[in-house]
């Protein structure tokens, strides 16, 4: 398929108009129609309900979408690894969750640039679903995360067991109250199993979907929540955060995801290894 047919339909679809669609693509209005006549086509099906209103997507349309991400996602992967090529022996693509990176994954950027020189390396902090979707897409060669979800044509190799534990600040009232218990949701496993273990705190009056920019409110304010101990440790050592004893710990595996014909490939070997050496050191904390 022209790529162009799935940009055209992902413009339209997101303007509601072939017209504005047209703009935001600087081709003309009859270039859009043309691509969509030809796609619709090519699958059979009519993407758009055209009125006077706009274009609104069919079910066919709606189906059609996720298809159409992926095809754009995957040209441009092939783009940009084409690119890099011409400077670099290889290309790495990596992701994951955003609080993964903090205090591990971004350790292990510079050893990775020190061991393998010649090695363009892409970074992504992606949510959980994103990452399987992309590594099923091929657009991604690594992916570390909590769940690992088993596909064909993947491989999942554990690195390390996550320990959250509750902490408070510092200079925080030594007694507590309910409304100084913050909610970070960190993971939909640790949401999970919080609501389980702490009925009473299902609605809590602060939720921190943040991540470990949570971490900080904990620092600057009298609060108290849970945090990965990896994350909350240099903040224990130096008596800046607190533990709160005879609290329920939760601890749950990190894994790393790779397509299984990347296993016998030497660079990657290499890459496992840095990721192997770096999770024994967060593992070991």
Not at 93 to 120: E, H, N, S, T, Y
Not at 265 to 274: E, G, N
Request: proline share 5%; with cysteine.
């Amino acid at each position: 398929m022209d790529i162009n047919l799935a940009r055209t339909f992902l413009a339209v679809a997101e303007a509601g108009s072939f017209v504005e669609a047209a703009r935001a693509l600087h081709v003309t209005q009859s270039t859009v129609s043309t691509r969509m006549k030809t796609l619709e086509d090519a699958l059979g099906h009519v993407m758009f309900e055209r009125s006077k209103q706009g274009a609104r997507l069919t079910v066919a349309g709606e189906q059609f979408r996720r298809h159409a991400m992926t095809l754009v996602r995957v040209w441009q992967h092939a783009q940009q690894d084409v690119g890099l090529y011409d400077a670099h022996r290889d290309h790495l693509a990596m992701g994951a969750p955003q609080m993964l990176w903090d205090g591990f994954l971004i350790g292990c950027i510079p050893v990775l640039r020190d061991d393998l020189k010649d090695i363009a390396i892409t970074a992504s902090a992606l949510s959980p679903g994103t990452l399987t979707q992309r590594m099923q897409e091929g657009t991604l060669d690594l992916a570390v995360l909590y769940r690992a979800v088993q596909s064909p044509g993947l491989l999942v190799e554990p690195l390390f067991e996550e320990e959250f534990v509750m902490v408070a600040n510092a200079k925080a009232p030594a007694r507590r109250s309910p409304a100084d218990y913050v909610f970070v949701n960190w993971a939909p496993e640790f949401e999970l199993d919080h609501a389980a273990v702490f009925p009473k705190l299902r609605s809590p009056s602060l939720n921190l979907d943040l991540g470990s920019i949570a971490v900080d409110y904990l620092l600057n304010n009298p609060a108290r929540g849970y945090v990965p101990m990896r994350l909350a440790k240099p903040y224990l050592t130096r008596g800046r955060l607190v533990e709160v004893k005879r609290e329920r710990r939760f601890t749950y595996p990190v894994f790393m995801v790779y397509p299984e014909d990347l296993q016998e490939d030497a660079t990657f070997a290499a890459v496992r290894a840095v990721l192997t050496r770096q999770a024994g050191k967060v593992g070991g904390r």
